[in-house]
């Protein structure tokens, strides 16, 4: 499995993913950072939240979390997860404490970063690279030359890496003279614009150094040039394009590069119109998404959950679509939809306040009752009043959770809000009786 996602071959991976019986931590962190590798974030999110109910978490896992946090920007996630690692006592090394900072700055909580980067008493190039980075991404271009001189005096030695985000940080600042100084002790580009013979892999290499220091604009006059030199994109270069796109939000341009899969003939790469789907979808164009799910040559399980993940997250009316697009992978394709699916349509369902829908779902098949299900369609029927929905609901979600204190409070907190006070007062009776202790629940960190 590693070495079909190592060699970019995601949805082979996948494959042998699904067939193993037993996942342990391992096959798991694999085939979320290679989502993420590939530029399928929404999709590494979900296979981190399932993990998160399946396996004990290691440091690779925390960290594969975070990122994909950094990715869509899902500030609140990232907070419990940090929170969680508080909670656990778990102490991060550098490649976790790096990714932590990653996501305060690319979810523009730039002051907690900063005090975790404080805090911080072995810094290495890395660490030093993404605080750099954070503050450009956030305006803060002289933080960001302190940083570097802090670098130097730490005897901490620069890379590519670095050199590109300083000449931005001065460009920003208007320092040329600095800025050129810089140039001629790095000259990073000027090597790579020097190079006679340039193939695929060292355009495609200097394109995602670019792109992983917040310099899409870069990368795209880069990829401009490459296609002047008559060198053939791949869909490793394409990937890091679209990495480059998600940054800077171009419907236009992500047109245009989606134009140029079909004149390279990749529209048939299932990773690469699975990480297309997504970056439409993120920016809410739900609708180009749904038309390239529906014109794709082939349908991968990975390109469901991608679609209807994107339709969930919504929340902007496209129920419809997403029903479609369930019944459409069971009747048309025989894909058996997983609990994912069921969660995700009962959702979809309940936020649209299709009450009677998402209940149905359920009640049909009791075996995909679990809590996240059940829970969501029990906080709706609170939401939209519907009292006689609410109990029957509140009783599967102590069916399904019959030792778990969380269960009770949810439901007593359901009649308590409808003025029931003697049920609730009797649910948290039983919870005591049986002994049963509500854990308490990750609180968001504020710095």
């Known amino acids: ?25 391992g096959s798991w962190n694999a085939l979320i950072s290679g989502h993420l590798q590939l530029g399928q974030p929404l999709e590494a999110c979900n296979l981190f939240l399932q993990m998160v109910n399946k ?8 960290a594969n979390g ?37 996501m305060y700055c690319k979810c523009k909580h730039l002051s907690a970063a900063m005090n975790i980067f404080h805090r911080t008493d072995t810094k290495d ?63 990073t580009r000027q090597v790579f614009d020097s190079t006679k013979k340039k193939d695929k892999v060292s355009w495609t290499s200097m394109m995602t150094g670019l792109v992983n220091h917040g310099l899409a604009n870069e990368a795209m006059t880069l990829f401009g040039l490459m296609q002047r030199e008559n060198q053939h994109p791949d869909a490793v270069t394409f990937t890091c394009l679209l990495q480059a796109l998600n940054q800077l939000g171009s419907v236009t341009l992500a047109k245009e590069v989606h134009g140029q899969f079909y004149r390279v003939f990749l ?35 990975s390109s469901w959950n991608t679609m209807i993940a994107a339709y969930a997250c919504s929340h902007c009316g496209f129920v419809e679509e997403g029903l479609y697009a369930y019944s459409s992978m069971q009747e048309e394709y025989g894909i058996t939809p997983s609990d994912e699916h069921y969660g995700c349509m009962v959702d979809l369902l309940s936020r649209a306040g299709r009450l009677e829908e998402a209940h149905n779902l359920l009640k049909h098949d009791p075996s995909r009752r679990n809590a996240s299900t059940v829970g969501a369609l029990l906080a709706a029927c609170r939401i939209h009043g519907n009292t006689e929905m609410g109990e029957r609901v509140g009783q599967w979600l102590l069916d399904v959770e019959p030792q778990n204190a969380s269960a009770y409070c949810s439901v007593s907190n359901f009649y308590a809000g409808e003025g029931k006070w003697d049920e609730a007062a009797h649910l948290g009776a039983v919870a005591k009786g049986k002994g049963l202790k509500r854990t308490a629940g990750y609180s968001l960190i504020d710095f």
């Open 66 to 102: 975070l990122l994909t946090c950094a990715d869509l920007g899902y500030l609140l996630l990232g907070k419990a997860i940090h929170c969680r690692i508080l909670r656990r006592g778990v102490h991060l090394d550098l490649v976790g404490t790096t990714a932590l900072i990653d």
């Open 125 to 187: 190039d890395a660490l030093f690279n993404v605080m750099i980075a954070g503050y450009l991404r956030n305006g803060c271009a002289f933080r960001a030359i302190e940083t570097f001189c802090e670098m130097v005096a730490m005897c901490v030695r620069p890379n590519t890496g670095t050199i590109i985000s300083v000449l931005s940080a001065l460009s920003d600042m208007g320092g040329i003279r600095t800025c050129k100084c810089i140039m001629d002790m790095f000259p």
């Open 267 to 301: 529209e048939k790469d299932i990773t690469l119109m699975n990480s297309l789907i997504a970056t439409y979808s993120k920016w809410g164009k739900l609708k180009m998404a749904s038309h390239l799910f529906e014109h794709m040559a082939e349908k991968h399980l």
């Open 1 to 25: 499995m590693d070495m079909y996602i190592k060699c970019g071959d995601l949805h082979g991976g996948t494959v042998i993913f699904d067939k193993m019986s037993k996942k342990t931590n």
């Open 55 to 62: 396996c004990n978490l290691d440091l690779i896992a925390l």
